[in-house]
């Protein structure tokens, strides 16, 4: 039994079981556990996809795998986070609904990618993982940053985000992919200097940074498609 070839599909479905845990703390009230399953979950996206490049055991199945993984922890789990802060907001009974939008559009995006043969050095919308970090961080914001952003737990802002990001899930808007073929500056020196950016931003405002890392990452993608 050649069990390197599992290892990929393993690590997916680690990903996978972060998403289902996550659903579960969050539908039992536990908002704060999901965003780091989110986070670990990301990890296991990464090592996934670079563990079958890396032993050589890429496959259709394993393809198929993570985009139904990412539909669940990328896609469902944050839209059920926002779910939950909409129905805590005491709106009426239909309006939280609204929130898987999210998860509709990521099915949609996840869709897209498996079909779309454009995207192997670069994304087109904006990708699932990205995604999940922005939303998944709003508790963690609320709960433990100081600075005044109650402006985030409102039904506008919350609504607002979740329409505008699911349709630049599906945009035609291309994004720059962490990925490297060499490590040398000139070769990735947009990469670098977003990746310094992001440290930077975490370091000075730790949770609040993520939602600003990922708006970063937009901006420094339309910032180099003009170029």
């Known amino acids: 039994m050649n069990i390197k070839k599992h290892i990929p599909n393993a690590l997916t479905c680690c990903n996978l079981l972060c998403g289902c ?73 239909w309006v939280p609904y609204l929130a898987f939008v999210i998860a509709v559009f990521s099915a949609l995006r996840l869709a897209k990618f498996n079909v779309d043969t454009r995207q192997a050095e670069h994304f087109i919308g904006l990708p699932t993982p990205a995604n999940a970090l922005f939303f998944s961080s709003f508790p963690l914001i609320l709960a433990k940053s100081d600075l005044p952003l109650a402006f985030i737990a409102e039904p506008w802002f919350l609504l607002g985000t979740s329409f505008i990001f699911s349709f630049l899930l599906v945009a035609e808007l291309p994004l720059f992919a962490l990925k490297f073929k060499s490590f040398r500056w000139q070769d990735n020196k947009l990469k670098y200097i977003f990746l310094i950016a992001s440290v930077v931003l975490i370091i000075l405002f730790k949770f609040v940074a993520i939602p600003l890392v990922i708006i970063l990452y937009i901006l420094v993608s339309l910032f180099n498609r003009k170029q």
């Open 21 to 93: 845990i996550g659903i579960v703390a969050v539908f039992n009230g536990n908002l704060l556990l999901a965003p780091y399953l989110v986070w670990l979950a990301a990890i296991f996206d990464f090592f996934d996809g670079f563990a079958a490049r890396l032993l050589n055991v890429s496959s259709p199945i394993g393809g198929e795998l993570d985009s139904l993984a990412d539909n669940v922890t990328f896609g469902l789990l944050p839209a059920s986070i926002i779910y939950a802060m909409l129905q805590e907001a005491g709106l009426p009974a």
